[in-house]
């Protein structure tokens, strides 16, 4: 199959409502245009030179999501033109993306990472961390970031229930949060747990290989 008909296969099982960050990593700029073509607005990459790479190749109405784990030095060279950076896993790290969006005289979008993986490889916030955050951009820090919510991976696992339980955990939070502090996303959802995700409250999916086909790492 094509890019083109994998991407439109894709959407045909997401619903209208729920977005679709299309996770272009490793994969060149010329399939990224393929999608934009078709109507595709928002790619999502993990590493920081490459992003800005391809940023600077391509049309510049793209929303770019920051997906993967981001190092405070790094921040500056994203800081003028990333929509979303949805791996905030520390508040060393959104101090950081504050000042330098403060700079850029702009406001960037975050989601706060929550770890609810069993293994422990992954980044990510506790829970209380991240009820942490809220709290001090509700007296007032963070003044130029915009909190737009949650992103959580689950355990790379075939158990559906665990993964299940996983979303389940970070959905559950969702909802607390957003009694106090509104939020508008839930991202969570990959090639292989975008459908169950769904089921569990995600409104904001992150597909790669399902897109793109499989990733050469070298
Ligand atoms: C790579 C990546 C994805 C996409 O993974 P696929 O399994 O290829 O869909 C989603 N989220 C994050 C954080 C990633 O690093």
Known sequence: MSLTENYQNIKLKIPDHIEL???SKTHPAEMIAELYEIGQRVFGENKVQELTEKYEKLPKDIHWHLI???????????APFVNTIQSVDSEKILDEINKQAEKNDRKINVLLQVKIAQEDSKFGLEISEAEDLIRKKM??????????GLMGMATFTENQEQIAGEFNILKSLYDK??????????SMGMSDDFLLAIKSGSNSVRVGSAIFGARDYR
């Not at 949060?177 to 839930?186: A, V």
Request: no cysteine.
């Open 68 to 78: 993967g784990h981001l190092q405070s030095n790094k921040v500056k060279y994203i």
């Open 139 to 148: 007296a007032g820090e963070f003044a130029n970031v915009n909190i737009k």
């Open 177 to 186: 949060i957003n009694n106090y502090f509104p939020l508008e996303k839930l």
């Open 21 to 23: 960050v299309a996770v």
